[in-house]
């Protein structure tokens, strides 16, 4: 296991067993609530569903996704009282536009920013050209992670973000996951167990 570490982001390389990544990926490509990104322009051509949930959603989460709960059990921060999480796919020609992660706003009725984001490379083909994380701080460039997979970074959550475009035969898979600290009053507007998809109508 390697571990790169600064005050920006951290990355932990051989995270989770082969034969995990090889299942995580094989149920998020068949979930029924895949289709194309309900995220913010930024994500325009991207594919994922989200999950929104607090600690005492988690089990609701374990029920509906099974196959989340070695993730979750691992990148889920303990001071964190609110998390947004979403499988994101980027296939040949598609990338991410620069953006804050801000996607639990809706519910907050404010502009409200996590404390952390995790992010696992599930799946990183062979054949990648582009598909880099970029990292800035303010008009600083602080980052530019490289996907690998099996490898789990964390960034501040108030860091401009862009994925390069892709450019390869199959998909990069990333299961990314907001982590908030909330006020009570804030944590009070977000739903224990919510699901966000545009494949189907939820009830």
């Known amino acids: 296991m390697q571990i790169t570490l600064n005050q920006y982001y951290s990355l932990k390389s051989n995270a989770?067993?082969?034969?995990?990544?090889?299942?995580l990926?094989?149920?998020?490509?068949?979930?029924?609530?895949?289709?194309?990104?309900?995220?913010?322009?930024?994500?325009?051509g991207t594919k994922g569903f989200s999950v929104i949930f607090?600690?005492?959603?988690?089990s609701e989460v374990e029920r509906h996704f099974p196959f989340f709960q070695p993730y979750l059990g691992v990148a889920l921060k303990s001071g964190c009282n609110a998390f947004y999480?979403?499988?994101?796919?980027?296939?040949?020609?598609?990338r991410v536009e620069p953006h804050i992660d801000c996607s639990i706003s809706s519910y907050a009725r404010a502009t409200t920013i996590p404390t952390i984001v995790s992010v696992l490379y599930v799946q990183v083909p062979p054949d990648l050209q582009g598909g880099e994380l970029v990292l800035q701080h303010r008009e600083n460039k602080v980052g530019q992670i490289q996907p690998q997979?099996?490898?789990?970074l964390y960034f501040r959550g108030d860091l401009t973000h862009l994925v390069n475009e892709v450019k390869s035969s199959q998909a990069r898979i990333s299961l990314v996951c907001e982590q908030?600290?909330?006020?009570?009053?804030?944590?009070?507007?977000?739903p224990?167990?919510?699901i966000e998809s545009g494949?189907?109508?939820l009830a």
């Open 16 to 23: 989770f067993s082969l034969d995990y990544l090889n299942e």
């Open 25 to 44: 990926q094989m149920q998020i490509l068949s979930c029924p609530y895949l289709a194309g990104s309900q995220l913010s322009d930024s994500f325009a």
């Open 54 to 58: 607090k600690p005492s959603g988690l």
């Open 85 to 94: 999480l979403n499988p994101l796919i980027l296939e040949e020609g598609s």
């Open 149 to 152: 997979t099996n490898t789990l």
């Open 180 to 190: 908030y600290n909330l006020s009570e009053t804030r944590l009070q507007q977000i």
């Open 192 to 194: 224990e167990f919510d």
């Open 199 to 201: 494949a189907v109508q």
